[in-house]
């Protein structure tokens, strides 16, 4: 039997990946960290290019990502995301 809970949170699910439900609130985090992405990448032109950008479909794209590299268990550290934004 579902609960109302689970009645709910399935029904405000935005879409799936892998059979699990991606919340809004999951997506809404995962379109803000685009919109730091493409700030961290373009500077001040971050504007002018994003309006430019589907940053709805990269949010849906590094939502996909992150689930494939949980599901190969790949990890790395702060210091190695900090490295590679820099060396960009």
Sequence with gaps: ???NQE???SSSA???IDNK???IQDYLKS???VQHQVALYYGEKANQISR???LKGEA???L????YAKNERIKTSDSEVVGWIAGQ
Aim: proline residues 0%; without cysteine.
């Design 1 to 3: 039997m579902v609960s």
């Design 14 to 16: 935005l879409g799936h």
């Design 31 to 33: 379109y803000k960290a």
């Design 21 to 23: 439900a991606i919340s």
């Design 60 to 62: 849906w794209d590094r």
């Design 7 to 9: 009645e709910q949170s």
């Design 52 to 54: 430019q950008m589907n």
């Design 64 to 67: 996909l990502l992150l689930n």
